[in-house]
């Protein structure tokens, strides 16, 4: 199994806090990776670290079997990774439209390529006045229709009706099966609708990962 993405003893300090201690993880190239925790486990950390929106105190990032620890997030988005945070994943004064031409250019907004179709009416209204369910409707689309090959989401259905959320999932298995990406999201618990889809979780407990293995396996 080819390995995509892969934090190595990392370690990430918030001032005198240590987030992660000696964190060691790999997401395998081309399938769906589920990091599960709850809040403050550091589950978002990790995702961060990844992404590189916050800098390592220690310990490695290793992508494509390249070190990018001290690359900069702008330049791993530019290396062909998309990062949905869980908070301001959206240009909030930014039209949905713009936001959508943004992740694609010149076709991000079209109405048949549009991964939900909810957001077609909404193409011209501000994404700061959409509700937390169509921000990240629109934080996801955004990340499913930019050309990346990695994509890092952080609770991606937060705020969505359970049959938005259902399409969500659906959505990135089928990013991994049909189109080859890799995907690595951040959950509390494994979302029902994803169990056969997953093929790694990666369990954390106050910083450090707990389990890694197969589904079935916990």
Do not use: K
Request: proline share 7%; aromatic share 4%.
């Amino acid at each position: 199994m080819t390995v995509e993405i892969e934090l190595r003893a990392a370690r990430v300090r918030y001032g005198p806090l240590e987030a992660l201690h000696g964190v060691d993880l790999a997401a395998p190239a081309g399938l769906l990776t589920v990091l599960l925790g709850r809040n403050g486990a550091g589950r978002t950390t990790t995702l961060r670290a990844l992404a590189g929106a916050v800098p390592l105190a220690a310990g490695r990032v290793v992508w494509g079997g390249v070190e990018v620890t001290r690359l900069p997030a702008y330049a791993r988005a530019r290396r062909g990774l998309a990062f949905v945070p869980d908070q301001r994943a959206v240009f909030g004064t930014l039209t949905v439209a713009e936001n959508l031409e943004l992740a694609c250019p010149g076709g991000g907004s079209a109405g048949a390529a549009m991964p939900f179709p909810e957001l077609s009416p909404l193409l011209s209204r501000l994404a700061g006045t959409l509700s937390g369910g169509e921000q990240r409707m629109l934080a996801v689309s955004r990340a499913l229709l930019s050309p990346a090959s990695l994509l890092l989401l952080d609770e991606p259905t937060q705020g969505m009706s359970p049959a938005a959320a259902a399409r969500t999932h659906a959505l990135l298995a089928r990013a991994c099966g049909d189109h080859g990406r890799t995907v690595v999201i951040a959950e509390q618990r494994l979302p029902p609708g994803l169990r056969r889809a997953v093929s790694v979780v990666h369990e954390l407990r106050r910083g450090a990962v707990v389990f890694s293995g197969e589904p079935a396996e916990r």
